[in-house]
């Protein structure tokens, strides 16, 4: 399919299915992109990995692993690959930890942790992705701010791809209540005081009444890694 074509499918795809559930959502992104879909997972939760493996069996789930991941979600992804019907893939960036200390100097992720990102997160995924037309993340609008007006099936403008955001209308609650019904593979951090897990060094523990995502890069104004905007 050429750009224009996909775009327009994309946001035609958006409309028609803002009120689907979700795995109708996924079961189109799978009919019509087949091997050229892919879902992304930060491993925090299987959740939509769970749901594309009902709708796409074999489904490629790309992981990135930073380099600075919590073992916990090193334990996650390994325990999702030992379980689901999926095929996991875990991207790597360019450099090591140790050759980015080199280069850029310890602790690029306090002094710097957009360029941090870029270079562990934002380039890794853009290098995986190119094999795909469409990508499905776990996005949700109740997240945060930022994420308010996140599309079911959108036009990701920065990579000319197809952004499939399966449970953008979930709640918590929602989610919750997937995974206790179908025993869904959860990061034990979730248990442990951590509404959302990111790489290690950049994330903290919630205290009652915070925004899910202010344990991430906590104390600064950054609020998104890069990886969708």
Known sequence: MTTTTLKELAEQAGRDLEDAPALEILSWAARTFGARFCVTSSMEDAVVAHLAS????????????????????????????????VNVITLTPRQTVAEQDAE???????????????????????????????????????ESPTRANTPVVGWDE??????????????????DAYVAEHGVLTNPLLMDGYASVGCAPCTRRVAEGEDARAGRWAGRAKTECGLHG
């Open 54 to 85: 009902r709708a796409f069996p074999g489904v490629d789930v790309v992981f990135l692993d930073t380099g600075y991941h919590f073992e916990e979600t090193i334990g996650t992804r390994d325990a999702v690959e030992a379980v689901m019907d």
């Open 104 to 142: 850029h100097g310890p602790r690029l992720h306090e002094r710097n942790p957009d360029l941090c990102c870029a270079l562990r997160k934002v380039e890794p995924l853009e290098e995986g992705l190119t094999g795909y037309d469409a990508w499905a993340t776990g996005l949700r609008r109740d």
């Open 158 to 175: 920065k990579r000319q791809k197809v952004k499939v955001s399966p449970i953008a209308r979930w709640t918590q609650d929602d989610v």
